[in-house]
């Protein structure tokens, strides 16, 4: 069966670092592009950045660009998503995603069940 | 651009049939792909491409497209139907575009 298992949900406190991951299993996880979404409380989706774990390319959203960092490790078929200090406004739900590439289309087919991410004092 | 819109909001009645719609100018270009969210899940997809669906997903659910508007269509709702829904795209440049802010359906 297809599936990404995501790791647990995390408490912080505003400063810490933290790193969550996203790993792979039933595919050729080098073939595929992961995303990483986030959603805020009560909020809708936003994606932050994709990494392609076959060679390691990643991209950023605009949005996100400097405040997280992506990466992937394709001999354990895990993608990460990290936080060098985390604020309280990191509190969301992260969610990773298989996205397939067609050619006018590009779609999110296989998604983790997400990781809870709470910061506070 | 990348900026895709949803009505908040939407309400049909029990075995109704109910149109959710995505407007942005990518959609001109590029399919939109739909995706269920149900309150504390992962979303799911829904409907990609022209019209396809995955395996598993009712054929009630049915997507289609008319110049910058991708609709979701669900014929004959159910209670089980009661969820958000995001439709996303990529962006008129073909890079990764961005989600629709979501509908909330309400099945009465």
């Known amino acids: 069966e297809v599936q990404l298992v995501q790791s647990g949900a995390e408490v912080k406190k505003p400063g810490e670092s933290l790193r969550i991951s996203c790993k792979g299993y039933?595919?050729?996880?080098?073939?595929?592009?992961i995303v990483w979404v986030r959603q805020m409380p009560e909020k809708g989706l936003e994606w932050m950045g994709i990494?392609?774990?076959?060679?390691?390319?990643?991209r950023y959203s605009p949005s996100f660009q400097g405040r997280v960092t992506i990466s992937a490790d394709k001999s354990i078929s895990t993608a990460y998503l990290q936080w060098g200090s985390l604020k309280a406004s990191d509190s969301a739900m992260y969610f990773c995603a298989r996205i397939v590439l067609g050619g006018r289309y590009w779609y999110f087919d296989v998604w983790g069940r997400g990781t809870l991410v709470t910061v506070s004092s | 651009s990348s900026e895709l819109t949803q009505d908040p909001a939407v309400s049909v009645a029990l075995r109704q049939t109910v149109r959710i719609t995505c407007q942005g100018d990518?959609?001109?270009?590029?399919?939109a792909s739909w995706y269920q969210q149900k309150a504390g899940q992962a979303p799911v997809l829904l409907i990609y491409?022209?019209?396809n669906r995955p395996s598993g997903i009712p054929d009630r659910f049915s997507g289609s497209t008319s110049g910058n508007t991708a609709s979701l269509t669900i014929t004959g709702a159910q209670a089980e139907d009661e969820a958000d829904y995001y439709c996303?795209?990529?962006?008129?440049?073909?890079?990764?575009?961005?989600f629709g802010g979501g509908t909330k359906l309400t099945v009465l």
């Open positions: 990518s959609l001109g270009t590029f399919y």
């Open positions: 039933g595919y050729s996880f080098t073939n595929y592009w």
């Open positions: 491409g022209r019209n």
């Open positions: 996303y795209s990529r962006d008129s440049s073909g890079n990764m575009g961005a």
């Open positions: 990494v392609y774990p076959g060679d390691s390319n990643i």
